[in-house]
């Protein structure tokens, strides 16, 4: 058991009821820079950060009074030229245990999973960023192209255009994703009536609605002035209208709805595909969460869409709900509070 202590990669510590190290792990020398003898002499609650003393104290408290059970943390600690270090923390107690009589803490160095991260946002942007020009370009085209054209011909126009369309969402979602992670994302409020700018949105989806051969009731009421950042609710709206066609089959029904309920405003879109299994909805807002079943089988996504617009939804003090069953279609539902007069009144 020591031979396999002595070589892990995370740090070791085994620590007494009373909490002081019994042992560290020869690991403390590359990851803290400390010899194990040294980092034992120091004491345990000297290797963390201050900001996080009062945390790991807490922890071992918990730990103490729990014995056998698993704690976890993400904390920062001291490397001995005392640079803090991100690590994540597992604790469990194993003062029964006879072969252990500790409690055993494993660190694990987050810088490594840190870096990567930081570099796949980076990539990310990079690549979203420069998709957009020429995605910009097709779609003002497919636009002209759809208006000029033969009527024979403006099918194909609109599929460029819807394709086009499909992947700058893609696009925009993954760069908000990037900026999410990096704590980057920004949301612009101010007073809005969004009616007339989610009836253009609905506009833009006649075209998708006629090549899927499904059926698009668009039901806005006049609505009052909402704080908010209009295009990214429009952002919102425009992810579950393009989940809603994706997954509706042709002879179906998409219907947008938009009204005022006592001090809220509600979006609604609902559809009436395959629908989604209750076990499954819990994952719709995760990141890259899909709903895995026949009904999503064959069908693209990153399954970003959702995850977004969770965010953007709670950033406006809101919330997004959804209502499904198999066989029965889905229904979302976005609830925001309301702020100011109605525009006419």
Same mark, same amino acid.
């Given at each position: 058991?020591? /031979? =396999?202590?002595?070589?892990?990669?995370?740090?070791?510590?085994?620590?007494?009821?009373? $909490?002081?190290?019994?042992?560290? !792990?020869?690991?403390?020398?590359?990851?803290? $820079?400390?010899?194990?003898?040294?980092?034992?002499?120091?004491? /345990? %609650?000297?290797?963390?950060?201050?900001?996080?003393?009062?945390?790991?104290?807490?922890?071992? #408290?918990?730990?103490?009074?729990?014995?056998?059970?698993?704690?976890? #943390?993400?904390?920062? +600690?001291?490397?001995?030229? *005392?640079t803090?270090?991100?690590?994540?923390a %597992?604790?469990?107690?194993?003062?029964?245990?006879p072969?252990?009589?500790?409690?055993?803490?494993?660190?694990?160095d987050?810088?490594?999973?840190?870096?990567?991260?930081?570099?796949?946002?980076?990539?990310?942007?990079?690549?979203?960023?420069e998709?957009?020009?020429?995605?910009?370009?097709?779609?003002?085209? #497919?636009?002209l192209?759809?208006?000029?054209?033969?009527?024979?011909a403006?099918?194909? /126009?609109?599929?460029? =255009?819807?394709?086009?369309?499909?992947?700058?969402?893609?696009?925009?979602?993954?760069?908000?994703?990037?900026?999410?992670?990096a704590?980057?994302?920004?949301? #612009?409020?101010?007073? +809005?009536?969004?009616?007339?700018?989610?009836?253009?949105?609905?506009? !833009?989806?006649?075209? +998708?609605?006629?090549?899927?051969? +499904?059926?698009?009731?668009?039901?806005?009421?006049?609505?009052?002035?909402?704080?908010a950042?209009?295009?990214?609710?429009?952002?919102?709206? *425009?992810n579950?209208?393009?989940?809603a066609?994706?997954?509706?089959?042709?002879?179906?029904?998409?219907? =947008?709805?938009?009204l005022?309920?006592?001090?809220?405003?509600?979006?609604?879109?609902?559809?009436?595909?395959?629908?989604?299994?209750?076990?499954?909805?819990?994952?719709?807002?995760?990141?890259?969460?899909?709903?895995q079943?026949?009904q999503?089988?064959?069908?693209?996504?990153? *399954?970003?869409?959702?995850?977004?617009s969770?965010?953007?939804?709670?950033?406006?003090?809101?919330?997004?709900l959804?209502?499904?069953?198999?066989?029965?279609?889905?229904?979302?539902?976005?609830?925001?509070?309301?702020?100011?007069?109605?525009?006419?009144?």
């Amino acid at each position: 058991l020591r /031979a =396999l202590l002595e070589n892990a990669q995370d740090v070791i510590y085994v620590l007494d009821s009373q $909490g002081l190290l019994r042992f560290v !792990s020869e690991s403390a020398r590359t990851v803290l $820079g400390y010899d194990p003898e040294e980092a034992k002499a120091l004491g /345990a %609650w000297d290797h963390v950060h201050p900001e996080d003393r009062p945390r790991a104290q807490d922890l071992f #408290a918990e730990l103490l009074a729990r014995p056998g059970e698993v704690r976890r #943390a993400e904390l920062k +600690v001291l490397h001995c030229d *005392g640079t803090p270090i991100p690590v994540e923390a %597992w604790g469990r107690n194993l003062l029964q245990d006879p072969r252990i009589r500790g409690v055993v803490v494993t660190l694990r160095d987050l810088r490594p999973r840190l870096e990567a991260e930081r570099l796949k946002g980076e990539f990310i942007a990079a690549v979203s960023h420069e998709l957009r020009t020429p995605l910009a370009v097709i779609l003002g085209l #497919a636009e002209l192209l759809k208006e000029e054209v033969p009527e024979g011909a403006r099918e194909s /126009a609109e599929l460029i =255009l819807e394709a086009a369309f499909r992947l700058k969402t893609m696009v925009d979602n993954l760069l908000d994703t990037s900026r999410l992670e990096a704590g980057r994302f920004e949301i #612009a409020r101010r007073p +809005v009536d969004l009616r007339p700018r989610l009836l253009d949105l609905a506009k !833009s989806f006649q075209g +998708v609605a006629r090549l899927s051969g +499904v059926a698009f009731r668009v039901e806005v009421e006049p609505l009052p002035l909402l704080e908010a950042d209009p295009e990214r609710m429009l952002q919102v709206v *425009g992810n579950l209208l393009s989940n809603a066609f994706k997954f509706t089959p042709p002879g179906g029904e998409v219907r =947008l709805r938009a009204l005022a309920q006592g001090e809220a405003l509600v979006l609604e879109v609902a559809d009436t595909g395959p629908g989604i299994p209750e076990e499954e909805l819990p994952k719709l807002f995760q990141r890259y969460g899909r709903a895995q079943g026949p009904q999503t089988r064959g069908v693209a996504g990153t *399954g970003l869409g959702l995850f977004i617009s969770r965010h953007i939804v709670e950033a406006h003090g809101g919330r997004i709900l959804v209502e499904s069953r198999p066989g029965q279609g889905t229904t979302f539902r976005v609830i925001l509070p309301l702020y100011g007069p109605h525009p006419g009144g």
